[in-house]
């Protein structure tokens, strides 16, 4: 049984980089964001490993239907002390607060004995609440000034709509500019808001401005990687960023959950290059995720497979470990696609394909991990889906099966297991 000091126990690792860059404004003190449950005295980059756990707040899922007056009673009748909704279509999942330290295990288990299989409202689900974050950080890129991402948005949307769950989008670098003007790449949320979102949202400080403030620009790579590809190949799309990480890499399941809900209820494709790890040692700790993932099935998800050198076959790591079709799970190769990158994971079932994941260049730095080689199968898919039109999860893996070029030869022996997968499939960067 999971007991407090196990929920409660982290591992994380600490990585100071010292590269900068003269494409950046450095300003004197950077503000940082907080996610829930991290403390804002801690300013240095962290990677989270494993998750920490909550012990004042959880998860729920309600029935879809599930009429407003039953849900305060549910509330009222578990103590609950004030609570949060995602902002999102969907208002069935909350963040429950309970006023003060309660004994996370047995709660979950009483919360969840009150969910009725056979009526067609009330609770669905519970989870553990907890924070997680980047698992290999970025070399230390700088700081840059909020510009404000309005001239960014399309006038009209066309093609592909890509959401990215990160650190949010830093436009004003100079490689979302071209000369002096704006690169228009961004989602026009015009018929999509809720409540004054013009493009994506921030689910850290819950506001319209999705600003990459994390030093690594962790998701700015990953979305310049994906706009600069498929703008030199003329292929339509734009990108809905989804700010769900804060400035040390961290982020919280509920705001990971909100924002992954949000990207699924507006993109053909979701990118996320985040995850955390879990022994296994209890079942459906993250249930409410795979419900999104299996309530949005047509939706496309890709995931890095995370960057321990672990097997993903043993050691879970989420979301890249579901085993919904819709998730394409992303390990790295080098830059010689001769053999599987020393920091990667792996795993024979739990890992569908291997991408560059090395020497990826960003101003005058190079960035490595699965971070990065999962946006390289996010421009197949994308080419695949221009050529093809929006394919279901199955047809779209036999396509990018087709489309692996190059089978892997070169297996690397660890712990006394060869780090292939299910299709040992290399997915060549597209160009």
Same mark, same amino acid.
Request: with cysteine; hydrophobic share 40%; aromatic share 12%.
């Given at each position: 049984?999971?007991?407090?000091?196990?929920?409660?126990?982290?591992?994380?690792?600490?990585?100071?980089?010292?590269?900068?860059?003269?494409?950046?404004?450095? @300003?004197?003190?950077?503000?940082?964001?907080?996610?829930?449950?991290?403390?804002?005295?801690?300013?240095?980059?962290?990677?989270?490993?494993?998750?920490?756990?909550?012990?004042?707040?959880?998860?729920?899922?309600? %029935?879809?239907?599930?009429?407003?007056?039953?849900?305060?009673?549910?509330?009222?009748?578990?103590?609950?002390?004030?609570?949060?909704?995602?902002?999102?279509?969907?208002?069935?999942?909350?963040?429950?607060?309970?006023?003060?330290?309660?004994?996370?295990?047995?709660?979950?288990?009483?919360?969840?004995? @009150?969910?009725?299989?056979?009526?067609?409202?009330?609770?669905?689900?519970?989870? #553990?609440?907890?924070?997680?974050?980047?698992?290999?950080?970025?070399? +230390?890129?700088?700081?840059?000034?909020?510009?404000?991402?309005?001239?960014?948005?399309?006038?009209?949307?066309?093609?592909?709509?890509?959401?990215?769950?990160?650190?949010?989008?830093?436009?004003?670098?100079?490689? =979302?500019?071209?000369?002096?003007?704006?690169?228009? =790449?961004?989602?026009? !949320?015009?018929?999509?808001?809720?409540?004054?979102?013009?493009?994506?949202?921030?689910?850290?400080?819950?506001?319209?401005?999705?600003?990459?403030?994390?030093?690594? %620009?962790?998701?700015?790579?990953?979305? /310049?990687?994906?706009?600069?590809?498929?703008?030199? /190949? &003329?292929?339509?799309? @734009?990108?809905?960023?989804?700010?769900? !990480?804060?400035?040390?890499?961290?982020?919280?399941? =509920?705001?990971?959950?909100?924002?992954?809900?949000?990207?699924?209820?507006?993109?053909?494709?979701?990118?996320?290059?985040?995850?955390?790890?879990?022994?296994?040692?209890?079942?459906?700790?993250?249930?409410? +995720?795979?419900?999104?993932?299996?309530?949005?099935?047509?939706?496309?998800?890709?995931?890095?497979?995370?960057?321990?050198?672990?097997?993903?076959?043993?050691?879970?790591?989420?979301?890249?470990?579901?085993?919904?079709?819709?998730?394409?799970?992303? &390990?790295?190769?080098?830059?010689?696609?001769?053999?599987?990158?020393? =920091?990667?994971?792996?795993?024979?079932?739990?890992?569908? #394909? +291997?991408?560059?994941?090395?020497?990826?260049? +960003?101003?005058?730095?190079?960035? @490595?991990?699965?971070?990065?080689? !999962?946006?390289?199968?996010?421009?197949?898919?994308?080419?695949?889906?221009?050529?093809?039109?929006?394919?279901?999860?199955?047809?779209?893996?036999?396509?990018?099966?087709?489309?692996?070029?190059?089978?892997?030869?070169?297996?690397?022996?660890?712990?006394?297991?060869?780090?292939?997968?299910?299709?040992? %499939? #290399?997915?060549?960067?597209?160009?």
């Amino acid at each position: 049984m999971r007991n407090i000091q196990k929920l409660i126990a982290f591992v994380f690792v600490f990585v100071v980089w010292s590269c900068t860059t003269d494409d950046f404004v450095t @300003q004197d003190k950077e503000s940082l964001v907080t996610a829930k449950n991290n403390s804002s005295e801690n300013t240095s980059r962290k990677s989270f490993f494993f998750p920490t756990y909550s012990d004042t707040s959880m998860v729920v899922q309600y %029935k879809a239907g599930t009429p407003d007056a039953e849900k305060n009673n549910i509330r009222t009748f578990n103590g609950v002390g004030n609570y949060e909704i995602c902002h999102c279509d969907n208002q069935d999942i909350e963040l429950w607060y309970f006023g003060g330290v309660i004994d996370a295990e047995p709660k979950r288990r009483a919360i969840k004995g @009150q969910i009725d299989p056979e009526s067609t409202t009330g609770l669905l689900e519970v989870d #553990y609440e907890f924070v997680f974050g980047l698992d290999l950080d970025s070399p +230390f890129i700088g700081t840059d000034a909020d510009t404000g991402y309005i001239p960014y948005i399309k006038t009209v949307n066309t093609g592909i709509t890509i959401a990215i769950v990160d650190t949010g989008i830093a436009t004003g670098l100079t490689v =979302f500019n071209t000369g002096m003007s704006p690169n228009q =790449f961004l989602y026009n !949320a015009e018929f999509t808001e809720i409540s004054g979102d013009k493009s994506g949202w921030d689910f850290v400080n819950e506001d319209a401005n999705a600003y990459d403030d994390d030093i690594g %620009k962790h998701g700015s790579i990953i979305a /310049n990687m994906i706009t600069d590809a498929l703008t030199a /190949n &003329a292929i339509p799309h @734009q990108i809905l960023p989804v700010k769900v !990480a804060n400035a040390s890499g961290g982020a919280s399941y =509920f705001d990971f959950l909100c924002g992954t809900l949000y990207a699924a209820e507006r993109a053909d494709i979701v990118s996320i290059s985040m995850g955390w790890y879990d022994e296994g040692d209890e079942e459906d700790l993250s249930a409410i +995720f795979s419900n999104i993932i299996e309530a949005n099935n047509d939706v496309i998800m890709i995931t890095s497979a995370g960057n321990l050198a672990s097997n993903n076959d043993m050691l879970n790591h989420f979301p890249s470990s579901y085993e919904h079709n819709n998730v394409i799970a992303v &390990a790295s190769a080098n830059s010689s696609f001769t053999k599987i990158s020393d =920091f990667s994971n792996y795993g024979a079932i739990s890992v569908d #394909y +291997f991408a560059l994941g090395e020497g990826i260049p +960003f101003y005058d730095v190079s960035v @490595q991990g699965t971070s990065f080689a !999962a946006p390289q199968v996010t421009i197949e898919v994308a080419n695949i889906f221009d050529d093809l039109g929006i394919l279901p999860p199955e047809d779209l893996k036999e396509e990018l099966n087709s489309r692996g070029t190059t089978v892997i030869t070169d297996f690397t022996l660890l712990d006394g297991e060869y780090r292939n997968t299910l299709n040992n %499939k #290399y997915i060549i960067p597209f160009d």
